[in-house]
């Protein structure tokens, strides 16, 4: 609820007040009412803070295929997350989820601790490519994708031609069902 509209509704409830003078009981609904109004105001403008997105869904929900997952891109600095996500919840020596576990984020490429995303995973529907790839499609709608090579089990993505150490996009399938998808230096 945004301050104008709530500034809008305390303006009504002066009107009502004014005419329900003698019926305390509609008043105090009335401002019952509003203090609950003000309560989840506060809470859901509080959900959009660092230190709550365990319980909240991102803002962007899109895959970069060999780039990003959400609001994070491979090669961003660590501190640069943890300031827009919070530090997130601790999932090894490196790595941490986001949004109750629906994105998970590495900073250890070959187990060495970095300052910057190494890779980025999700078994989450909620994210998906413009072309509509997301955890939950088909394999088929995965081989689709221009340059995307499959296997069995899996379907991967990268730059061509390929470096050593250079970012792909993998996608992980079972019983033709797209199951993960992950972005990292490989």
């Known amino acids: 609820m945004t301050p104008e509209r709530l500034l809008g509704e305390i303006g009504e409830i002066e009107l009502v007040s004014r005419a329900v003078r003698g019926r305390p009981t509609i008043l105090l609904g009335?401002?019952?009412a509003l203090a609950v109004g003000g309560?989840?105001?506060a809470?859901?403008?509080a959900s959009n803070h660092a230190s709550n997105t365990a319980s909240v869904s991102p803002m962007n929900r899109y895959i970069v295929l060999d780039r990003s997952i959400g609001p994070v891109w491979?090669?961003?600095s660590r501190k640069s997350v943890e300031k827009a996500l919070g530090p997130g919840a601790?999932?090894?020596r490196c790595g941490a989820t986001y949004f109750g576990g629906r994105l998970e984020v590495n900073y250890c490429p070959k187990e060495d601790p970095t300052k910057y995303v190494a890779g980025i995973w999700t078994h989450w529907a909620?994210?998906?490519t413009r072309s509509g790839l997301r955890v939950g499609a088909?394999?088929?709608k995965a081989s689709s994708i221009p340059?995307?090579?499959c296997g069995s089990g899996f379907c991967s993505h990268y730059l061509r031609p390929r470096h050593a150490d250079g970012p792909v996009t993998e996608i992980t399938t079972r019983h033709r069902t797209v199951t993960e998808i992950g972005v990292f230096f490989g």
Do not use: I
Request: net charge positive.
């Open 39 to 41: 309560a989840a105001a």
């Open 126 to 128: 909620g994210f998906h």
């Open 74 to 76: 491979l090669g961003e």
């Open 138 to 140: 088909s394999r088929q």
């Open 43 to 45: 809470v859901f403008g």
């Open 147 to 149: 340059g995307m090579t």
């Open 90 to 92: 601790r999932t090894q």
């Open 30 to 32: 009335v401002v019952a």
